[in-house]
């Protein structure tokens, strides 16, 4: 089993950054495959972004493609998601997510996932 705590939200300006982290406990962290999801107000919860148990492989919505990137230190026990050139249509609460068996493909379905954190604001002010 495995916690995750998220961090690093807050209020910035369209066109900022920032920069998410999500610490997880386990000495085992390197064999979970790791997404970020976020849910907007009103919204349903969305796939934003994933990353193979290595990080060799990554994996972006098309509304974050480009500007957003996902990347994981297993020593640290940590995924991060830098978001670039945010847009108020970012706006959400941000949640990371892991599963220990991965299923070619089925990164972008929350039903995926066995673990969650308690997610993090992110306000993008226009």
């Known amino acids: 089993q495995v916690q995750l705590v998220e961090s690093g939200g807050g209020l910035v300006q369209a066109g900022g950054s920032l920069r998410l982290s999500c610490a997880a406990s386990?000495?085992?962290?390197?064999?979970?495959?790791m997404g970020w999801f976020r849910q907007a107000p009103g919204k349903e919860r969305e796939f934003v972004a994933a990353?193979?148990?290595?990080?060799?492989?990554?994996y972006y919505s098309d509304s974050v493609k480009g500007r957003f990137t996902i990347s994981r230190d297993n020593a640290k026990n940590t995924v991060f998601l830098q978001m670039n050139s945010l847009k108020p249509e970012d706006t959400a609460v941000y949640y990371c997510?892991?599963?220990?068996?991965?299923?070619?493909?089925?990164?972008?379905?929350?039903?995926?996932?066995?673990?969650w954190g308690q997610g993090t604001q992110v306000t993008v002010s226009s």
């Open positions: 990353i193979s148990r290595s990080g060799d492989s990554t």
């Open positions: 997510a892991a599963v220990p068996t991965y299923y070619s493909g089925s990164y972008y379905r929350e039903g995926t996932y066995n673990y």
């Open positions: 386990g000495r085992t962290f390197s064999s979970y495959f």
